[in-house]
């Protein structure tokens, strides 16, 4: 279900970094960062608000976009989203991020070419789907993350899908308020350190 960099998947919609020994080494990837970064100032303290940046599907050739933005994250975000440290982001975990087909759904919050978000969704047998949400570091508390939410709640809306569940870590306050704020009637049970979530997709 949810994983963020507040939130961890409750099934598995995404599989950890799996090492790959057998790939050839990668170049360095210089894909463009906002102007005037400055590390732990949010790029909207810097001038450059956050309604220019727009949610797409993400695309096959967004690898090296996904990868780049993977390798911006904090030691404390990667770990918050995967739930397990993840080194240099491998080819097979950035796929999984952009697969998109009957069952999963991926979106991307971009600024031009910069990827500063990310979402996805899996739907099993049944009606409910499970989430993954992460957002840069510079970018969060900024309305990113609930603006992909919301629209893969719409897209999985319009799939046939009828609820959504996740878990939340305990300690996660500002994940657990954006549910509140998002679904009131969510109903919610602690279990070993997290919160067990589970809403109806509002249509």
């Known amino acids: 279900m949810m994983r963020t960099q507040t ?14 020994t057998a790939d050839a080494p990668r170049p360095p990837v210089s894909l463009p960062r906002v102007a005037a970064d400055v590390p732990g100032v949010p790029a909207g303290v ?6 220019t940046v727009r949610v797409r599907p993400a695309r096959a050739d967004d690898g090296e976009r996904v990868r780049c933005f993977l390798g911006g994250l904090s030691p404390r975000t990667r770990a918050q989203r995967f739930f397990t440290e993840v080194g240099d982001p491998g080819t097979r975990l950035v796929r999984s991020l952009l697969a998109v087909d009957e069952h999963r759904d991926a979106l991307l919050a971009v600024r031009g070419e910069l990827v500063v978000g990310h979402a996805m969704s899996h739907r099993g047998q049944g009606a409910a789907i499970e989430i993954a949400v992460v957002v840069d570091d510079e970018w969060q508390a900024m309305g990113i993350g609930s603006r992909l939410v919301r629209t893969l709640m719409r897209r999985a809306a319009a799939r046939g899908a009828a609820t959504v569940q996740m878990d939340v870590l305990g300690d996660n306050r500002r994940v657990l308020a954006i549910v509140r704020r ?4 969510a109903v919610m049970r602690a279990s070993s350190g997290a919160v067990e979530v589970t809403a109806a997709i509002i249509r």
């Open 7 to 20: 939130a961890r998947s409750y099934r598995r919609p995404v599989p950890a970094a799996v090492p790959e």
């Open 46 to 51: 810097l001038g450059v608000p956050a309604d």
């Open 182 to 185: 998002m679904w009131p009637d």
